[in-house]
């Protein structure tokens, strides 16, 4: 397994000895890693391009900090796995409302990368490939799972919303349910059906979607609340 990872961290000290837990961990499990460092997060987000599977980013940055800049990463990048990497644990615990996979503490520790590391490998590993069929009205088409943001019911209609456009389909909810990850979908209502990777957001009862605006029933909050809760720390 290939691993891209963009770091943001402007500490020399920081980033040699994150390096070295991230090397260290690819000797032991098999995983080869390929990264660039980026000093600041202004000029990781004016190069950046959508080809890394986790982004560490320091909170604490000259210029731009690292909340505000994975919230307009989060804009351009869906999928991306942010991990924060920073002594500022009461700001990293925001990492929430861009949907962050995890946060490290400084001083970097290998123990504790470690054990995020391999939360994130069985994410990546659990979205790779995972392909699931789907009739619609031009024929039969092979959807990537990891595409899907989320899926509705209209009358007697689903639809698949994914990033490359509405796919229209026939049946029920609770059959296009038995084919996805339950870790990774969960409804937000009886109509939608949602991939807890693009929640960007929720507040009262909307969650942000993929850049969408969907409504969370009263009786599905609290369970849509812990699915999510749940993705975050891979359970």
């Known amino acids: 397994m290939k691993i891209n990872l963009a770091i943001v961290e402007d500490d020399d000290k920081e980033y040699t000895a994150l390096i070295a837990a991230v090397e260290r ?4 499990n098999g995983v ?12 990781m987000l004016s190069a950046y391009k959508p080809v890394y599977d986790i982004v560490f980013m320091d909170i604490g940055l000259p210029g731009t ?28 615990v925001n990492g929430y409302e861009v949907g962050a996979f995890d946060f490290i503490l400084k001083p ?18 659990a979205s790779v490939d995972l392909k699931i069929k789907v009739q619609s009205s031009d024929g039969l088409r092979i959807v990537s799972v ?3 943001k989320y899926v509705e019911v209209m009358n007697r209609s689903i639809i698949y919303h994914t990033n490359s456009g509405d796919i229209s389909s026939y049946g029920a909810l609770k059959n296009v349910e038995t084919q996805l990850p339950k870790k990774q979908f969960a409804r937000c209502n009886n109509c939608y059906l949602v991939n807890l990777d693009y929640v960007t957001s929720v507040k009262d009862y909307t969650a942000v979607v993929g850049g969408e605006e969907l409504k969370i029933s009263h009786s599905k909050k609290k369970e849509f609340l812990q699915a999510i809760g749940a993705r975050m720390e891979g359970k």
């Open 146 to 148: 990891s595409d899907i």
């Open 65 to 92: 900090n690292g909340l505000e800049a994975s919230k307009r990463l989060r804009e351009r990048d869906k999928n991306v796995m942010i991990i924060f990497v920073t002594s500022l644990a009461q700001f990293a």
């Open 32 to 43: 080869a890693f390929s990264y660039d460092r980026f000093k600041t997060a202004d000029v």
């Open 25 to 28: 961990f690819g000797s032991e």
């Open 108 to 125: 970097v520790m290998y123990g504790n990368i470690k054990l995020k590391l391999l939360r994130a490998m069985e994410r990546i590993a």
